[in-house]
């Protein structure tokens, strides 16, 4: 029996096919630019355009399965890609990315030991190394690659954690903390989330944070970690993390980072002294596929004492013989995953393609865009400007003014259902103080300062509508 008639492939097999793809992809990245953003379908239309066909019982050729997936895919997609694309934190994803995806799963090593994957092992070490250099973080840090913020953010706030049953946990956060968080305590043991307050500007209160965990210890319970934002989730406010640092210190409490957006602008010239004092966390998430342009999925955490990620995550069974001379780093050791991909290899091909120089000149060119879609709201009177911070806009439609806050709730998420659907651009949305607020976030090295005039305009027309 030839066993594998369905997945060996000849060079030449592999060259054809891989060709081929490499020919879509170049097409599609060429018309990027030029083709609607998505096709707005319902999913009754995407699952119809896909079939509701069973595991098929024989098999296909793969060179017809992979015009298949294309055209399905390239048909029937949102493509986060698009220069007018400033949903959520998805970057543009540099096609160099894609490349180094298909050399990682080609020869596929194993980035769980260093044993089954000595070159790559290495290069996950440096990559991460580079990460913490261009964020001023200390480059003896202990850190890995993981799957996106959530995975970086929970290694963080375990690693604060450390072994051992612990009760009556309090961490303290800002109520603009990303969702992450409550997932966490919802997993990770009896604790609970104090929900701190935050100034006109969504940063953290720390009077209030203060205050929050004094009364815990004079209550007996047992505070452990104070988790800040760098750039958080709906306006990319920068907590004030120098004073949250002098706070962990006198209270001998763990600071951790969420920098899973923002962490990367700590590298501009003209950061802040808080944004810059992500460096001085204990520990921080930071998310390549985000303000790094890779493709997803990549998320980082620096640990500032690298033997934590041991002492938290190292189990070595008996059937494992990973321990080599030169102590190399076993990934396995240090964090959730066993089996580990080699997500680490375009993160490094990226950061060498364009050195700290480029990203620089690509992070301050997406703060740039901001600046310009908030000056365009501003100078609109139909527009209403509710908040920004670093390369987030939040804002909403206004109209001829006189609409009750309900009736602007009601009309803004209308119009972000429209503009989500319309093919042009494509928005979030944000929700501060309950006033709902439509959300641009640029991390997209394709947006230029004619498809910022464009957004601003395409909102307007379909507000007037
Ligand atoms: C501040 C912040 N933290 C965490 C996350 C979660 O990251 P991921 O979606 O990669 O898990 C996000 C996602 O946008 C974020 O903006």
């Known amino acids: 029996m030839d066993g594998d008639r369905n997945y060996e492939m000849t060079g030449e097999e592999f060259r054809r096919l891989g060709y081929r793809l490499v020919d879509l992809l170049a097409g599609w990245l060429d018309e990027v630019r030029d083709v609607p953003l998505t096709p707005g379908e319902t999913p009754a239309e995407v699952r119809a355009a896909l079939g509701d066909r069973g595991l098929p019982a024989s098999g296909t050729p793969a060179g017809e399965v992979l015009e298949e997936a294309w055209r399905l895919l390239r048909e029937h997609s949102l493509f986060s890609g698009h220069p007018r694309f400033a949903g959520y934190v998805i970057s543009s994803a540099a096609p160099l990315g894609a490349l180094a995806d298909l050399m990682a799963a080609g020869l596929n090593p194993n980035v769980g030991a260093w044993k089954l994957s000595p070159m790559a092992t290495e290069m996950e070490v440096q990559a991460v190394r580079w990460i913490a250099e261009l964020l001023g973080f200390p480059s003896d840090c202990g850190g890995l690659l993981v799957s996106g913020g959530n995975m970086a953010n929970f290694i963080g706030y375990l690693a604060a954690r450390g072994r051992g049953a612990r009760s009556r946990l309090r961490v303290y956060a800002s109520k603009e903390t990303h969702t992450w968080l409550e997932k966490a305590a919802d997993l990770f043991g009896e604790v609970t989330v104090r929900s701190i307050g935050v100034d006109a500007e969504y940063r953290m209160d720390c009077g209030e944070l203060e205050l929050r965990i004094a009364e815990d210890m004079a209550a007996g319970l047992t505070p452990f970690l104070i988790v800040g934002s760098a750039g958080t989730v709906s306006t990319g406010a920068v907590d004030p993390l120098v004073r949250m640092r002098a706070i962990a210190d006198t209270y001998g409490l763990w600071l951790h980072v969420d920098g899973a957006y923002g962490a990367p602008a700590a590298a501009l010239p003209d950061a802040s002294e808080d944004l810059r004092a992500v460096g001085l966390a204990d520990s921080i998430a930071i998310d390549p596929h985000k303000w790094l342009y890779t493709p997803v999925e990549a998320g980082c955490v620096l640990v500032r004492r690298a033997a934590a990620l041991r002492e938290t995550f190292d189990h ?150």
């Not at 990973?322 to 375009?346: D, I, M, T």
């Not at 109209?399 to 972000?416: F, H, I, K, Q, T």
């Not at 309950?434 to 498809?451: I, K, M, P, S």
Request: with cysteine.
């Open 316 to 465: 070595s069974p008996a059937y494992y013989r990973f321990e080599e001379e030169g102590a190399p780093v076993n990934f396995y050791q240090l964090g959730l995953q066993n089996s580990r991909g080699f997500r680490a290899l375009k993160v490094w091909m990226q950061m060498k393609c364009a050195g700290r120089d480029g990203l620089v000149r690509m992070i301050a060119h997406d703060v740039e865009m901001a600046g310009l879609f908030a000056a365009r709201v501003k100078a609109e009177p139909r527009l209403e400007l509710m908040a920004t911070g670093l390369s987030i806009v939040v804002f909403r439609w206004v109209g001829d003014g006189g609409m009750s806050e309900e009736e602007l709730n009601r009309v803004n998420a209308e119009l972000l259902d429209r503009v989500q659907a319309s093919g042009e651009l494509f928005l979030s949305n944000a929700v501060l103080e309950g006033r709902f607020g439509l959300r641009a976030c640029f991390v997209n090295f394709r947006t230029r300062v004619e498809d910022v005039e464009r957004m601003v305009r395409a909102v307007l027309d379909l507000g007037e509508r």
